[in-house]
């Protein structure tokens, strides 16, 4: 249940897709040092709601090369796959406040009558009042209304996204079967007393959408802070599509040091030949969420190895 007593406790929750890579290492980093340095408990939750995007191994793999580099939690390693019931009641009370609506849509019709959006193709609410004849449910959508949301990120300064222009009515569970990314996130924040989000700024945009879920449950919302995210020279995001290369256990030191210099930390260049230790204990000295670079996006062109 959620522990409201907790004064800052933050979390990583990496989605087990491929190995970790040096774009998960800055999320893992930022979302530790800022709750060691604020006094509070880290988590690790694995975000394996999608099985057939799941690299088999891969959560094992991931969990293995944070313990190599160094990274301690404070609770046993929550894993979505295992939480169904949990987002089945949440979606149980947003179905009786009537925030919720099935669509029948597929994918093909929904990308030939979307509208423009700023962001993504804007759902056009095709089902939002009712089905049409003849037609099955499929997926289950949250109803935006004219809900435009804001926030101050910490990294990223304020942030409002006009949900229905920009949006539109998003999935809550898909039409294949499991609970969306948007639901789960939020449900899992709130049970394991999550204060603070600290991640890659490419889950920006998603922050308005979790934000609307949050307050129709009633629950709080968490502080948030956007890390710039690490690209390619070609400006694309370090992912397992753009076949990012993955963490070493023996490049430990060195990979943590990168990742202290790319969040504007000024580590020492000495600390780049020292243990995974001695590059915590100066990390955990020294780390200011302020020296982050306010940017959404930084070059990663290892100019530094």
């Given at each position: 249940?959620?522990?409201?007593?907790?004064?800052?406790?933050?979390?990583?929750?990496?989605?087990?897709?491929?190995?970790?890579?040096?774009?998960?290492?800055?999320?893992?980093?930022?979302?530790?040092?800022?709750?060691?340095?604020?006094?509070?408990?880290?988590?690790?939750?694995m975000e394996d709601l999608d099985r057939p995007r799941e690299e088999p191994g891969a959560a094992d793999a991931i969990l293995r090369?944070?313990?190599?580099?160094?990274?301690?939690?404070?609770?046993?390693v929550l894993r979505q796959s295992g939480r169904g019931e949990a987002y089945a009641a949440a979606l149980a009370r947003l179905q009786?406040?009537?925030?919720?609506?099935?669509?029948?849509?597929?994918?093909?019709?929904?990308?030939?009558?979307?509208?423009?959006?700023?962001?993504?193709?804007?759902?056009?609410?095709?089902?939002?009042?009712?089905?049409?004849?003849?037609?099955?449910?499929?997926?289950?959508?949250?109803?935006?209304?004219?809900?435009?949301?804001?926030?101050?990120?910490?990294?990223?300064?304020?942030?409002?996204?006009?949900?229905?222009?920009?949006?539109?009515?998003?999935?809550?569970?898909?039409?294949?079967?499991?609970?969306?990314?948007?639901?789960?996130?939020?449900?899992?924040?709130?049970?394991?007393?999550?204060?603070?989000?600290?991640?890659?700024?490419?889950?920006?945009?998603?922050?308005?959408?979790?934000?609307?879920?949050?307050?129709?449950?009633?629950?709080?919302?968490?502080?948030?802070?956007?890390?710039?995210?690490?690209?390619?020279?070609?400006?694309?995001?370090?992912?397992?599509?753009?076949?990012?290369?993955?963490?070493?256990?023996?490049?430990?030191?060195?990979?943590?040091?990168?990742?202290?210099?790319?969040?504007?930390?000024?580590?020492?260049?000495?600390?780049?030949?020292?243990?995974?230790?001695?590059?915590?204990?100066?990390?955990?000295?020294?780390?200011?969420?302020?020296?982050?670079?306010?940017?959404?996006?930084?070059?990663?062109?290892?100019?530094?190895?």
């Amino acid at each position: 249940m959620h522990d409201s007593t907790i004064r800052y406790r933050g979390r990583f929750a990496p989605s087990p897709t491929g190995p970790l890579h040096f774009g998960s290492l800055i999320a893992a980093v930022g979302s530790c040092l800022e709750a060691r340095r604020n006094g509070g408990e880290w988590r690790v939750r694995m975000e394996d709601l999608d099985r057939p995007r799941e690299e088999p191994g891969a959560a094992d793999a991931i969990l293995r090369t944070l313990e190599a580099y160094g990274f301690e939690w404070d609770a046993p390693v929550l894993r979505q796959s295992g939480r169904g019931e949990a987002y089945a009641a949440a979606l149980a009370r947003l179905q009786r406040g009537g925030f919720v609506f099935a669509c029948a849509c597929t994918r093909r019709e929904i990308s030939d009558s979307t509208l423009g959006g700023t962001i993504e193709p804007v759902y056009p609410g095709t089902c939002r009042n009712g089905i049409a004849p003849g037609r099955a449910p499929r997926a289950i959508r949250m109803r935006v209304d004219e809900a435009v949301i804001g926030f101050d990120d910490r990294v990223q300064g304020r942030v409002e996204q006009d949900l229905a222009r920009e949006v539109g009515d998003f999935v809550l569970k898909r039409a294949d079967g499991p609970f969306a990314y948007q639901l789960a996130a939020v449900v899992d924040d709130f049970e394991q007393g999550i204060t603070d989000v600290v991640r890659g700024a490419d889950l920006l945009a998603s922050t308005p959408r979790q934000i609307l879920v949050q307050r129709r449950l009633g629950y709080p919302a968490p502080g948030y802070a956007h890390l710039p995210v690490a690209v390619n020279p070609a400006g694309e995001k370090l992912s397992k599509q753009t076949r990012a290369a993955a963490l070493e256990a023996g490049e430990a030191p060195l990979q943590l040091w990168r990742a202290l210099s790319f969040l504007g930390q000024d580590p020492p260049p000495a600390l780049k030949g020292e243990s995974v230790a001695a590059l915590w204990i100066w990390a955990r000295g020294n780390w200011s969420g302020e020296k982050v670079p306010r940017r959404y996006s930084i070059g990663d062109h290892k100019k530094d190895l």
